[in-house]
């Protein structure tokens, strides 16, 4: 018998890589960036310098020393130089009120963000539009936000499929995303790109929410209709009796919103402007994860089109207490909407609201906004 010592080298080299080389190819998961990057060669091939550069985590985010691990994000339609209808805002003016009205007293990363990624193009043409913010570009994937085999609203959709992924992503599917699935964040500020901050803030708003120890901030609130809730508050009241009869941190406010239901309509955050304690919402919270866990398999996000608006206001009252909450009083437009006027009593400082936020803007509101 023949021993290991008189395997030539060559036919040693084959008996170790050839087993390894097979591996690799039947087992090595394709990346989903560079599945698309390839995609988009093969359909672009004439236009070789316009390859995607896959730029997921190729930049770490750069904070200063001390500085609160915080970046705003966009999800940006392309192309970026495009004003969507007649908007009154769009990405241009938004990242021009964020250079004007946020970055000077947040000097945080922002973070673009496009589902097919960015060309070398559109990023040197975007850091050289505005070379004062800190840009970082990223490619998040939406392909594990699997819809449904059929959806309850086949016959007729109540929105297109990419919005019905684009709510899912925006409720759990972030966690997942570029920067925040690697745990750079701790707090994250969710922006629109029809959404424009018109008016300066004057102070920190990540070190006030760390202060306080906020997990979510919002601007505005609205209702949605009841074709797109169907279902909602039972599933509410059922995910409660199904784990041990859950009791909602902030029963006030549940009891408000019950109280005033009407037409079937829920109350939902506007969700275009908002910001998150990354670590409560996404991982520190197993209660929180379980929500997502549950409301994922009901697969009603891609049934009945249930926004991340009205999902976040009902985890706002289920996991969060009255003073984790808190509103921002600065003006704010968003898309053809009216503009959300400043609310501010002192222009200077600024103070949000903290101590029930959201039940006074209600109470405030419930008469004349429903
Ligand atoms: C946005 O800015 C770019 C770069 O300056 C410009 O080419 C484009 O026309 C602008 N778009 C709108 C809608 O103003
Ligand atoms: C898949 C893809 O990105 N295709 C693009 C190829 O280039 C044309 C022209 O620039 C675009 O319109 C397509 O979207």
């Known amino acids: ?92 003016k938004s990242m021009d009120d964020l250079a004007r009205n946020w970055f000077p007293t947040n000097p945080y990363p922002i973070i673009l963000q496009h589902p097919k990624g960015w060309t070398a193009t559109e990023i040197k043409d975007i850091r050289q539009r505005w070379p004062q913010l800190q840009i970082y570009f990223s490619q998040p994937s939406f392909r594990k936000l699997k819809p449904p085999k059929l959806m309850q609203d086949d016959e007729k959709p109540l929105s297109s499929l990419g919005y019905k992924k684009m709510c899912a992503f925006k409720t759990y599917g972030i966690k997942e995303a570029p920067y925040i699935r690697t745990r ?67 029963p006030t406010l549940e009891a408000f919103v019950l109280d005033h239901q009407k037409d079937g309509s829920q109350w939902a955050f506007s969700t275009n402007l908002e910001w998150l304690d990354v670590q409560e919402f996404f991982f520190r919270r197993p209660d929180i994860v379980e929500f997502y866990r549950v409301l994922q398999e009901s697969g009603m996000i891609f049934h009945r089109r249930w926004g991340d608006a009205p999902l976040r206001f009902v985890m706002a009252y289920l996991f969060f207490h009255n003073s984790q909450v808190m509103r921002l009083c600065s003006e704010y437009v968003h898309s053809g909407w009216p503009t959300a006027v400043s609310t501010c009593t002192d222009p200077q400082q600024q103070t949000p609201t903290i101590q029930d936020a959201v039940l006074q803007q209600l109470k405030d509101c419930v008469a004349t906004c429903n």
């Open 1 to 92: 018998m023949r021993g290991w010592g008189s395997v030539t080298p060559w036919q040693r080299f084959l008996l170790v890589f050839t087993p390894l080389a097979v591996w690799h190819i039947l087992f090595y998961p394709i990346d989903d960036k560079v599945a698309t990057t390839i995609n988009i060669q093969l359909s672009n091939n004439s236009k070789k310098n316009e390859d995607v550069v896959p730029n997921e985590h190729t930049e770490p985010l750069v904070f200063q020393e001390g500085q609160i691990r915080g970046a705003a994000m966009m999800l940006v339609s392309k192309p970026w130089t495009n004003r969507r209808g007649d908007r009154q805002c769009y990405f241009n």
């Open 184 to 250: 750079q964040l701790d707090y994250l500020f969710y922006i629109d790109d029809d959404a424009c901050v018109t008016e300066p803030i004057q102070y920190d708003v990540f070190a006030t929410m760390q202060q306080h120890k906020i997990a979510y901030t919002y601007k505005q609130i609205f209702t949605d209709p009841e074709n797109v809730v169907h279902g909602l508050p039972d599933f509410v009241q059922e995910y409660k009796r199904q784990h041990n009869n859950l009791q909602p941190a902030n």
